[in-house]
Nanobody, 114 residues
């Protein structure tokens, strides 16, 4: 099973920025992030495939940007103009390049509050 090392997260004020990072233990077919807000289901918010194609949930388009480095098995999520409704636990996610296994990191809290 793929292991992820996540960093970033923490309390941030509305309108400010935050950056999440994730390193996978092996080569990935795609990497991205899910988030789970209090009382809600976990949802995918961004995904970038090895070939470069990218998906963004409408709620984060224009504010969040994912970047990946296939050679280093890393992904970063730049989150700008954060809103209180972005408050959630953010989980790094990805699929092993050499199998169909999809895995999640342990998650990091991102509270957006003044």
């Amino acid at each position: 099973q793929v292991q992820f090392v996540e960093s970033g997260g923490g309390l941030v004020q509305p309108g400010r920025s935050l950056r999440l990072s994730c390193t996978a233990s092996t080569s990935m077919y795609f990497m991205g992030w899910y988030r789970q807000a209090p009382g809600k289901e976990r949802e995918v918010i961004v995904r970038k495939f090895r070939g470069g194609s990218t998906f963004y949930k409408d709620a984060v388009k224009g504010r969040f940007t994912i970047s990946t480095d296939n050679a280093k098995n890393t992904a970063s999520l730049q989150m700008d103009n954060l809103k209180p409704e972005d408050t959630a636990v953010y989980y790094c996610n990805g699929q092993d390049l050499n199998s169909d296994n999809e895995s999640w990191g342990q998650g990091t809290q991102v509270p957006v509050s003044s």
